[in-house]
């Protein structure tokens, strides 16, 4: 049950050390948190509620408001434990803290606990699983875009390989909508060792190419699926093409091929459709 409303504390110099964590919010996207990360918007507040009350991994450690954004938001902030410090205060000052214009106003400063490995997470995976895979995803809107896609169709864990970027980066956390908090995930190894592990776990492994040699409605149904996203650009590489079987999304000439985050929506839904979990 939700509790108490927290106290509300003002803050009208940006340079109190109390908000330290939420300043010049840009650049430390650049320069990293030291495992902290910044999650913006009502919706992905709620998310940080919820994995809070659930356990899921992820705690918040304050939370940053505009003066005029407080009652709307009182049913969440009643969600978090009354440890966790919630600070107001005006458009100026808010401004001056993010170091630049926010709009929505609503700012929470969190950590993920207990990092789970890849071998932990994959072991945990429930014998009826799907998974979505990702080789070198460089940009952090399709980072994002895919854990949305993934929530969707009811994806079981998203495993990244060291190349591909952080997906509880601001950016990557706003366009998933708050999902990288929901869905289960791993980033570390090489992609190699990723889909050795995937294999001996029983998984049917299906790379998505525009290159690949069947259609993407013609993947059979499994108790365990695996969909491998490459690269924006490049794509797969040749060595990981050959390793696995193959699937392309048809679509009319002269593209090369559809952006990432929007092949896996694809592909998610139609192999979750294909395995019944749609």
Not at 10 to 36: H, M, N
Not at 137 to 145: C, Q, V, Y
Request: charged share 20%.
């Amino acid at each position: 049950m939700p509790g108490a409303l927290p106290p509300v504390l003002r803050i009208d110099d940006p340079a109190d050390p109390r908000i330290a964590g939420f300043v010049s919010i840009k650049e430390r996207d650049l320069t990293g948190r030291q495992g902290r990360f910044i999650a913006e918007g009502t919706v992905v507040l709620r998310m940080l509620a919820a994995a809070h009350e659930t356990g899921r991994g992820f705690a918040a450690e304050a939370l940053l408001l505009l003066e005029n954004r407080l009652e709307g938001v009182g049913d969440i902030l009643r969600r978090f434990p009354p440890d966790v410090p919630v600070y107001v205060a005006n458009a100026q000052v808010f401004d001056a803290i993010a170091g630049f214009n926010m709009h929505r106003g609503v700012l929470a400063l969190g950590r993920r606990e207990g990092e789970p490995d890849r071998d932990a997470l994959i072991a945990s995976l429930p014998a009826s699983s799907l998974v979505l895979a990702a080789c070198g995803i460089s940009n952090h809107d399709n980072m994002g875009a895919l854990f949305r896609n993934a929530a969707a169709f009811g994806v079981d864990a998203v495993l990244m390989d060291e190349t591909s970027c952080d997906p509880m980066y601001r950016k990557a956390i706003r366009v998933s909508v708050g999902s990288v908090l929901t869905v289960p995930f791993a980033r570390e190894g090489s992609v190699a060792v990723m889909l050795q592990q995937l294999q001996d776990a029983g998984f049917a492994i299906w790379g998505l190419s525009p290159a690949g040699t069947i259609d993407i409605g013609a993947i059979p149904a499994a108790q365990r699926t695996a969909l491998l996203m490459g690269t924006e650009g490049e794509g797969l590489p040749q060595s990981v093409m050959t390793a696995i079987q193959t699937a392309r999304i048809r679509q009319r000439p002269g593209l090369d091929s559809l952006n990432v985050s929007t092949a896996a929506g694809i592909a998610l839904h139609q192999v979750a459709l294909i395995n019944g979990r749609i």
